[in-house]
């Protein structure tokens, strides 16, 4: 299963990732004249470039009422080299598990500086649909992911925001994966909630996705 659940997660994040980065570079392109004007006049305060991220996290503290473990990449058996590309680099990384149910709970931010690489992104988001079936293009077989539009989702995080479902089966057990991808200012951030599908998640992925904002919001009024 973990050999699965690596491949499932850096397909997750590269097809996400490689579609930010890709419509980043051209997003203003396809893009009105005057919405790329209007990003460029957009009065949002513009963070200290090149910002240490790496302590921008949840971790089980943030969660008190559940039994959450801290779980680093290594345990995962993964490691920053395989997120990272020439394209974009993964700032912080976060996980966390409930044993009991297995619920997995996951996180992580990249820089979206400048207002080019912020209408990409939000180029992205605005199109859920070709996400998922950019998602789906890239898992082909593997897992039997089906990745669809997340009905619990909300956009109340960050200044854009989208999500999906994936539901896949892993050596016999059926999953389900949440993803909330959204962009606070220049911080672009994934949430991804893991459970066995069917059942109800400890912390729903809304919660996560709204309290790392919170975090987020804090982090960037202290630059």
Request: charged share 20%.
């Amino acid at each position: 299963m973990q050999k699965n659940l690596k491949i499932l997660l850096l397909l997750l994040f590269a097809s996400i990732l490689i579609m930010a980065c890709g419509l980043a570079s051209s997003g203003a392109d396809e893009a009105t004249a005057p919405a790329a004007e209007e990003v460029a006049l957009t009065a949002e305060p513009i963070p200290v470039p090149n910002m240490d991220l790496s302590d921008l996290v949840l971790t089980a503290a943030d969660f008190p009422d559940v039994a959450f473990k801290d779980v680093s990449l290594e345990e995962m058996g993964m490691s920053v080299d395989d997120l990272n590309s020439e394209e974009f680099t993964v700032e912080s990384f976060f996980a966390l598990l409930e044993s009991t149910t297995f619920e997995l709970v996951m996180g992580f931010t990249t820089q979206v500086s400048g207002p080019l690489k912020k209408a990409g992104f939000d180029l992205v988001l605005n199109q859920p649909d070709t996400l998922i079936e950019t998602f789906l293009g890239e898992m082909g077989d593997v897992g039997n992911a089906e990745p669809q539009e997340l009905p619990e989702f909300e956009d109340t995080v960050g200044d854009s925001s989208a999500g999906m479902t994936v539901i896949t089966n892993m050596e016999g057990l059926g999953m389900r994966m949440d993803v909330v991808v959204f962009r606070q200012d220049s911080v672009g951030s994934f949430v991804i909630v893991m459970y066995l599908d069917g059942q109800t998640p400890v912390v729903p992925l809304m919660d996560v996705a709204t309290k790392f904002d919170e975090k987020i919001v804090t982090f960037l009024e202290s630059q």
